[in-house]
C-alpha cells in the first residue's frame, strides 16, 4: 500500500472550517483513500473514504486531487469535540484473505475555543 | 452505523498470566477482523489478520506462540496474550470489515488497556 504524508499537528478555531490535508503521491489506481480519527484513549473512529470523486457524509468532505497524489479532509464547523489524531491511509479493496493496512503517524487537531 | 464491541476495556494483571480480549461485531457479520497494538504516542500498528474459520495472519515481527487468535465466527474474534510480560503492556485494539471482497472501512472497537505488573 501507498504511504502518506500528514503534518504532525494543526489548530482550528472552533466554529470554523478545518482542513487536513494528506500527500500520497505513490497512490496506485484502485487504492481508496480512508480517513479515521482517534480521539485519546479510545479507538479509530472511520469517517469517510473515496477513491476519485470528492465525498460528503455528516460527518466531514473528502476532497481528492484529479492525480489523486493528495487530498484534503475538510470538517466544515469545527468543534472542541473534533480534537483528535486524524489519520488518513490508503489501501486496496478488500479481495479475501488478507489486506495490509498501514497507519501513519497522523495530524493531531487541536480545536481552540 | 456498524458497531464493534471489545471487552474487557482494561486489565490488570501479573506477570506470567495469559489475557484473553474478545472483539465482538454487534450488528453486523464480520468475515475478516483485525488485530492493533497501540504504544503510547504512537500509532497503530497492526498485528495480524483473522478471517473466520481459518488461521491468522501475523505480521513480521508478531510471535504467533505469543498473541494467539482465533476467529471461530464471523461475530467474534479473540486475541490471547500467553504469559504476558511487563513489556506486553499497551493498548489492543480490534477492528472488523463489514462485508465481503470491496472497499467497506474497517470499524474498530474502543480498544483494551493491558497492564503486566
Known amino acids: 500500500d501507498a504511504k502518506t504524508t500528514q503534518p504532525t499537528s494543526m489548530d482550528c478555531a472552533e466554529g470554523r472550517a478545518a482542513n487536513l490535508p494528506c500527500n500520497h503521491s505513490?497512490?496506485?489506481?484502485?487504492?481508496?483513500v480512508y480517513w479515521y480519527r482517534q480521539i485519546h484513549s479510545q479507538g479509530p473512529q472511520y469517517i469517510i473514504h473515496?477513491?476519485?470523486n470528492n465525498e460528503t457524509n455528516e460527518m466531514a468532505s473528502l476532497i481528492i486531487t484529479e492525480d489523486r497524489k493528495s487530498s484534503t479532509l475538510i470538517l466544515p464547523h469545527a468543534t472542541l469535540r473534533d480534537t483528535a489524531v486524524y489519520y488518513c491511509?490508503?489501501?486496496?479493496?478488500?479481495?479475501?484473505?488478507?489486506?495490509?493496512?498501514?497507519f501513519g503517524t497522523g495530524t493531531k487537531l487541536q480545536v481552540i475555543p | 452505523g456498524a458497531v464493534v464491541s471489545q471487552h474487557p476495556s482494561w486489565v490488570i494483571c501479573k506477570s506470567g498470566t495469559s489475557v484473553k480480549i474478545e472483539c465482538r461485531s454487534l450488528?453486523?457479520?464480520?468475515?475478516?477482523m483485525f488485530w492493533y497494538r497501540q504504544f503510547p504516542k504512537q500509532s497503530l500498528m497492526l498485528m495480524a489478520t483473522?478471517?473466520?474459520?481459518?488461521?491468522?495472519?501475523?505480521e513480521q515481527g508478531v510471535e504467533k506462540d505469543k498473541f494467539l487468535i482465533n476467529h471461530a465466527s464471523l461475530t467474534l474474534s479473540t486475541l490471547t496474550v500467553t504469559s504476558a510480560h511487563p513489556e506486553d503492556s499497551s493498548f489492543y485494539i480490534c477492528?472488523?470489515?463489514?462485508?465481503?471482497?470491496?472497499?467497506?472501512?474497517?470499524?474498530f472497537g474502543d480498544g483494551t488497556r493491558l497492564s503486566i505488573l
Open positions: 505513490t497512490i496506485s489506481g484502485n487504492e481508496y
Open positions: 450488528d453486523f457479520q464480520a468475515t475478516t
Open positions: 477492528s472488523a470489515r463489514l462485508g465481503g471482497r470491496g472497499n467497506q472501512p474497517q470499524h
Open positions: 491511509i490508503v489501501i486496496l479493496p478488500y479481495s479475501g484473505g488478507y489486506q495490509k493496512v498501514t
Open positions: 473515496g477513491l476519485k
Open positions: 483473522s478471517n473466520e474459520g481459518s488461521k491468522a495472519t501475523y
